[in-house]
């Protein structure tokens, strides 16, 4: 079983981890975790969080460090097969999806709690555009109520000023603040689309907890959500009115 005990056997994450806090060192980024003391110490658990950066998997990652935990997070096998990347994703035992063959990526998540691992995982699948929560597919549900583990959501905010679809996006700018907000355990009686709609408020109460506590002001900003007073493109999938 993973457990805090494990956390320096693991090879590859480690050194990993070192070089990018040293980066965003450099960057001066301004990191604020709230709500690390949800993740458990120990045992499986499975992390969902909203999306909007391709570095999102880093920071929420972050957000188990007090915990003493790695996150194996559940990501497209297309990253898996680049030459960089796909070494150090299978090092650090990230889980490959291949959204042909679904089934074979649930099974390789549930052997990762079975090992009493963290599974981490994009439940709108995809970077929200719009900079809001999408529409949450039923992974993170099924995953958790099937290895008995824990449903721990998390917003991340400000990661797409960094690293998104925007070209105005970049990892040169010095001093961004990023949020990483835990929040507590879905209620674990809750099942099926219940527990994924309860899913989906939770994140999104601490998504709006995250932009509303920000430090920079977003109001006319590319990467601020309509909602707010920015300027980032809502579609008709992704209705600011729709989220509350």
Partial sequence: MSDASEYAHDYVYPPVVAGLLTAFKVLGLKLRVEGAHHVPRS??????SNHISHLDFIFVGLGARQSR????????????????????MRGMHHISVDRSAGMQSFRDA????????????????????????????????????????????????GTQRLWTY???????????PISVYVGEPVEPSLRGEAANEELRSQVIQLVHRAQDEYPSDGTGQ??????????????????????G
């Fill in 110 to 157: 549930m052997g990762a709690l079975r090992d009493g691992e963290i599974v981490g995982l994009f439940p709108e699948a995809t970077i929200s555009r719009s900079f809001e929560p999408k529409e949450f597919k039923s992974g993170a549900e099924r995953l958790a109520k099937a290895g008995k583990a824990p449903l721990i959501p998390v917003a991340v905010w």
């Fill in 222 to 243: 590319w990467w601020q959500p309509v909602r707010l007073g920015g300027t980032a493109p809502a579609t008709p999938s992704e209705d600011p009115s729709d989220l």
């Fill in 166 to 176: 925007d070209d105005r996006a970049s990892l040169k700018q010095r001093g961004v």
């Fill in 43 to 48: 045992g499986p658990a499975v992390m969902a």
């Fill in 69 to 88: 935990r790695y996150v194996r997070f559940m990501a497209k096998e297309s990253i898996f097969a680049n030459r960089i990347a796909g070494p150090l």
